[in-house]
């Protein structure tokens, strides 16, 4: 915090006014950045008979109505939809082309989001440090949110164990093959580089001259800028462990693992005209869905351990969604192309498959409150390709709005933390509403 800013703080906390509460510095955020409703159970002709239009969501970072032929340079073709169609939706905007997204505008947002009676808000901000409750905006936004009766869908954010990926390639190159060099082979000595940093295709590192028209093999990830400015016409980088979601880029490109990188280092090294292909990306049902995403953050939480997050997962991964045609077309911020649909993958793609979620049962059950949305979508799914995947689940089915149970009081999941000697030993009490058939019974289960 600048000296100024600290000053002016003090200043504020000094005059002991009683409408201040607190005072907190603009901290700056950043942003958590289809089949997949169908995936969830929301299938189209499900939806189509639904209240949705009832529901209102408010979104501070970016559902939507049906679109049809949408895709990615004619990759995951077809009809783009919200969960919820029918709902309106209210924008609020908070993030800023080099600015980040400051806590002042966040809390502004939840502010005007609270008072133009949204039901549902969704937001995918967050930073990757914890703060105290008092400090965070997403929290303190939430808090007032559910004081109205609206509840609030926040992504958990991307600090999970890795976060690497592997390709979504759309350039055709109708099988042809180019020439194949390695960047060590093709430095640029007039800029001063030398074999041991070109090989990692570093803009500016590579010689155009030797790069022109062909297949560069690099020895670490970028953006394939370095390829770009060279004029090469397609790279082969390393892949990193845990690969489960794919990354676009401006120039056809692979990710292949380090041991295949020595295999083609040792095929060029050895032909007298090596060559190479990349063939466009394929699209396949991943049969190993639903699971956790590499980068997902999953707890436990810093603050408040006996509270276990996050309550709800879903689809995150490569994930086609509405996208400025202004905006660069792939991880490359020089890339000139324009799409309207884009694939990208993270909470931020994961946070508004709940807030669909939570906007279906709102719209249905218009009169339940806020815990009582979260805890129905918490315990009424299982991990299977056409629900979401929860952190707590039964036999039940997502998509069905008459659950059975609510649990009104606090979560209906629970975690105990126990520090190193202590005896494992918790009591929990939970008060359940039964909002399904008048004779119910209920099994608590350990899982």
């Known amino acids: 915090m600048d000296l100024q800013l600290n000053y002016r703080m003090k200043k504020l906390q000094n005059f002991q006014l009683e409408e201040v509460v607190s005072v907190l510095p603009n901290t700056m955020f950043e942003l958590h950045t289809t089949r997949s409703w169908d995936f969830l159970g929301f299938t189209q002709s499900h939806v189509q008979s639904s209240h949705g239009g009832d529901a209102i969501i408010g979104i501070i970072d970016s559902a939507g109505r049906e679109v049809k032929g949408t895709s990615y340079f004619g990759l995951a073709e077809g009809l783009a939809r919200g969960g919820v169609p029918e709902a309106r939706i209210a924008v609020y905007k908070v993030c800023w082309v080099g600015a980040g997204c400051y806590a002042a505008d966040i809390l502004t947002a939840f502010d005007d989001a609270i008072a133009d009676g949204v039901d549902i808000i969704s937001i995918s901000i967050g930073k990757p440090v914890t703060y105290q409750y008092f400090e965070d905006p997403v929290a303190i936004g939430s808090f ?63 010689d155009s001259y030797k790069v022109k028209g062909k297949i560069v093999l690099c020895e670490d ?9 060279a004029n090469g016409v397609g790279v082969i980088m390393p892949s990193r ?45 991943n049969t190993m869905a639903p699971f956790a995403a590499s980068f997902s953050s999953r707890g436990p939480n810093p603050i408040t351990p006996d509270i276990l997050k996050p ?98 009081l606090n979560y209906p999941s629970f975690s105990l933390a126990i520090e190193d000697g202590e005896k494992i030993r918790g009591t929990f009490t939970r008060t359940v509403t039964n909002v399904g058939k008048p004779k119910s019974t209920y099994y608590a289960r350990i899982y």
Not at 260 to 278: C, F, G, N
């Open 241 to 285: 462990p845990f690969d489960n979601f794919a990354l676009t880029f401006p120039l056809p490109t692979t990710l292949i693992s380090s041991e295949d990188i020595s295999k083609v280092l040792e095929y060029i090294r050895t032909s007298k005209y090596p060559q190479a292909t990349i063939l466009v990306s394929e699209e396949i049902v």
């Open 221 to 229: 990830r970028s953006d394939g800028s370095g390829v770009i400015m």
């Open 311 to 408: 309550d709800l997962t879903a689809p995150g991964i490569n994930i086609l969604g509405a996208w400025s045609p202004i905006a660069p077309a792939s991880v490359y911020k020089g890339d000139t192309r324009s799409t309207k649909y884009y694939i990208d993958s993270g909470t931020s793609m994961a946070c508004p498959h709940a807030s669909g979620a939570a906007a279906y049962v709102k719209a249905t059950h218009p009169t339940w409150s806020p815990t009582a949305i979260k805890s129905a979508l918490v315990t009424t799914g299982k991990a299977n390709t056409t629900t979401l995947r929860l952190v707590t689940g039964d036999s039940s089915v997502c998509n069905n709005t008459i659950p059975g149970r609510v649990w009104n």
């Open 144 to 206: 007032h949110a559910m004081k109205r009766g609206i509840l609030t869908s926040a992504s958990a954010g991307n600090c999970g164990p890795e976060r690497a990926g592997s390709v979504v390639n759309a350039f055709e190159l109708n099988g042809t093959s180019f020439p194949l060099i390695w960047a060590g082979d093709a430095t640029n000595y007039s800029a001063n580089f030398i074999s041991l940093t070109s090989r990692y295709c570093l803009p500016g590192a590579l």
